[in-house]
């Protein structure tokens, strides 16, 4: 059974940063491409980044330059380095796996 939880959400000042995580169980992430979705109030859920099995990460345009994904073997996580958080990164983020195992979502609000 492949199941995915993300932790690491919260509240921060723009400018500010946050570490999200997803825990990974059922799969190996260095198998898998792997990756992370958000989806502010109001708006369809949408594709931030990417890490693939060879190890390559791809970003939205949104994100390019100020988050980063990487993973760890050992540990069967994910994770995603936000930095220069924007009152505009404010969503809940998820992780998914398989184009169907999705976690239920961590929510991240940048606001002053």
């Known amino acids: 059974q492949v199941q995915l939880e993300e932790s690491g959400g919260g509240w921060v000042q723009p400018g500010g940063s946050l570490r999200l995580s997803c825990t990974v169980s059922?799969?190996?992430?260095?198998?898998?491409?792997m990756y992370w979705y958000r989806q502010a109030p109001a708006n369809q859920r949408e594709w931030v980044a990417t890490?693939?099995?060879?190890?390559?990460?791809v970003y939205s345009d949104s994100v390019k330059g100020r988050f980063t994904v990487s993973r760890s073997a050992t540990k069967n996580t994910v994770d995603l380095q936000m930095d220069n958080l924007r009152a505009e990164d404010t969503a809940v983020y998820f992780c998914?796996?398989?184009?169907?195992?999705w976690g239920p979502g961590t929510q991240v609000t940048v606001s002053s």
């Open positions: 890490i693939r099995t060879s190890g390559t990460t």
């Open positions: 998914m796996a398989q184009g169907t195992y």
């Open positions: 059922g799969i190996d992430v260095s198998r898998w491409p």
